[in-house]
């Protein structure tokens, strides 16, 4: 391989690299603009929580299941003292 080559290689994968770091940058700053958006929203019938609903503004994500263990840390979270 020539030297124009070799030093040719060499500044694509540097260009690689800084737009692999950029892209990456720039997904976890759009999850973190995402998760702040996030509430959780108790479901109760006849005094028990039946679900929870991950909302993100008015738009609902996800239903978790109580009893499942993120969903026992969400409710480990808002318990008050009585």
Not at 9 to 38: G, I, K, P, R, S
Request: glycine residues 4%.
């Amino acid at each position: 391989m020539s030297e124009n080559a070799t030093v040719a290689a060499e500044e694509t994968a540097v260009e690689a690299t800084e737009n692999t770091t950029e892209n990456t940058a720039e997904t976890t700053e759009t999850a973190a603009e995402n998760t702040e958006d996030l509430s959780y929203h108790a479901v109760e019938k006849d005094g028990s929580v039946t679900a929870i609903w991950e909302m993100q503004g008015q738009k609902h994500i996800r239903t978790i299941d109580p009893r499942s263990n993120e969903g026992k840390q969400i409710l480990a979270l808002f318990e008050t003292a009585a």
